[in-house]
């Protein structure tokens, strides 16, 4: 069915936990993608990868705030039923990277800083990488024909960020990139030209790495605000880059930087993907609480899909076309700090001469969300 013209009423679908509203938008020709059904495995559910030897979509599950279980959840790719649970106890991980070759799957620590390797035909941790004190890990992208993986350690104002070269079958970190500026958070790997694509938050930049020499060749301006992760597009030689502060995705040559495109999709442009066999684009927009679809060779926008609440990361089966999005819980946010007590109040109370901004954080108020912490499986 072609794709109407116009930003008609969405359709809307109660299908399990979940509904999904699809928008027609201008210039699309595609046929509609599909909402498949939406599943809630965990709680605190953050980044996702999928495996086709493995035949598992794996989801990182962090659980609630100071948990102490945590798992990755394994589910089956067509009906999203958790089949295996892989125990992390009070250390989650975050960000999440593959090797379908060796079948290793990569795990950031972002708590304690270190790089998880579980070994997935046996279920188990088989080694945790550590360099410096307490770095903020974030991403991961896996080299599977080098056993190479290469993880972001972000880096903000005056604190120069990193990637660590892990190599998979000495299951150690065996050099890093340092003292790069701006506050590296994404990564994208083009193997094939033994290169680096990192999106540089705080600069809101894209910076460029040989692998060869370990060199930044090149840093150009992103396009966008909040540059926060990014994907390199073989078949055009080009970026992609999701703007959060702006709300967009911007297109970049990957030779020059030149800016090619800015492509609104919605606010909170978080996560990307891309379907090379379909030339298909999938952003994650996660306070706009939906996912965009683009077409990587026109550059027009398709469809967007109501998948949950805060769309978070989406990974896709190259062979199937299938895309699944994870989405993180609602949080009603945090309360005020309490005021500083006037002297001679009650005993244990904040003394007057200590400000009020330096008590304890009160932590997030937990809310009831139907729609946040889920899984959804969408077909183009």
Known sequence: MPIDATFARP???????????????????????????????????????FSAPMNRVYVAAAGTRGANETFVYALDPKTLETKETIALGDDPVFGLGINNK?????????????????????????????????????????????????????????????????????????????DLVGGIAGISLDAKNNRL????????????????????????????EGS?????????????????????VTVLDAQDGKLIKKIPTGAGALGLAIDPQRSLLYVTNRQAGFTSLVDTKTLEPIA?????????????????GNAYVSNKLKSAGRPPRPAAPPAGATPGAQPASVPAAAAPRPRPVPMVDPYGDTVTLITP
């Open 102 to 178: 060796t079948k290793t799957l990569y795990g950031t620590q972002t708590r304690d800083g270190s790089l998880a390797m579980i070994d997935l035909a046996s279920g188990k941790v088989v080694a945790r990488l550590t360099k410096g004190e307490k770095a903020h890990v974030r991403e991961v992208a896996v080299d599977e024909a080098a056993d190479r993986a290469y993880v972001t350690v972000l880096g903000m104002r005056d604190t120069p960020s990193a990637v660590w070269i892990v190599d998979g079958a000495k299951k150690a970190i065996v050099d890093s990139i340092d």
């Open 11 to 49: 359709r809307l679908r109660a299908l399990a936990l979940a509904s999904v509203a699809l928008l027609g938008l201008a210039g699309a020709a595609l046929a509609d993608p599909e909402f498949v059904k939406t599943v809630k495995p965990g709680a605190g559910l953050y980044e996702l990868v």
């Open 197 to 224: 694509f990192l999106s540089a938050l705080q600069a809101n930049e894209v910076v460029v790495v040989d692998l060869a020499t370990k060199k930044v060749t090149n840093r150009f301006p992103s396009g966008g």
């Open 228 to 248: 926060i992760n990014l994907v390199y597009d073989a078949s055009g030689d080009q970026v992609f880059v999701a703007n959060q502060g702006s709300g967009d």
């Open 304 to 320: 967007n899909i109501v998948t949950g609440s805060m769309p978070q990361t989406v990974a896709v089966d190259a062979a199937s």
